[in-house]
Nanobody
Framework: QVQLVESGGGLVQAGGSLRLSCAAS????????MGWFRQAPGKEREFVAA????????IYADSVKGRFTISRDNAKNTVYLQMNSLNSEDAGDYYC?????????????????WGQGTQVTVSS
């Protein structure tokens, strides 16, 4: 069974930074595109960023462009999300997801496997 385990969440002051990690196991990691999604209390899950299997292509939600960076290390079966200049609207549970090779996607239905999430809290 595929496992995706997120880590790195926590409490940060507005304007601060966090780096999320997602470690994958029981999966041919380099054969999957990876994505990050988030869900704030009372809101629907939304796309944050995605990266192709090779790392050669990335896409971002408009709300995080210029502040967040997605990257991956296929040797470590890990995808990262560097988050800078955090604000209250970035708070929520962050999930990583794995989807089959193809165009990098921002739609949740394109992803087959999901982690349990890590919580990000931003204090003002």
């Amino acid at each position: 069974q595929v496992q995706l385990v997120e880590s790195g969440g926590g409490l940060v002051q507005a304007g601060g930074s966090l780096r999320l990690s997602c470690a994958a196991s029981r999966i041919s990691f380099s054969a999957y595109n990876m994505g990050w999604f988030r869900q704030a209390p009372g809101k629907e899950r939304e796309f944050v960023a995605a990266i192709s299997w090779s790392g050669g292509a990335t896409i971002y939600a408009d709300s995080v462009k210029g502040r967040f960076t997605i990257s991956r290390d296929n040797a470590k079966n890990t995808v990262y999300l560097q988050m800078n200049s955090l604000n209250s609207e970035d708070a929520g549970d962050y999930y990583c997801a794995a989807g089959p090779i193809g165009p990098v996607a921002g739609r949740a239905f394109r992803y087959d496997h999901w982690g349990q999430g890590t919580q990000v809290t931003v204090s003002s």
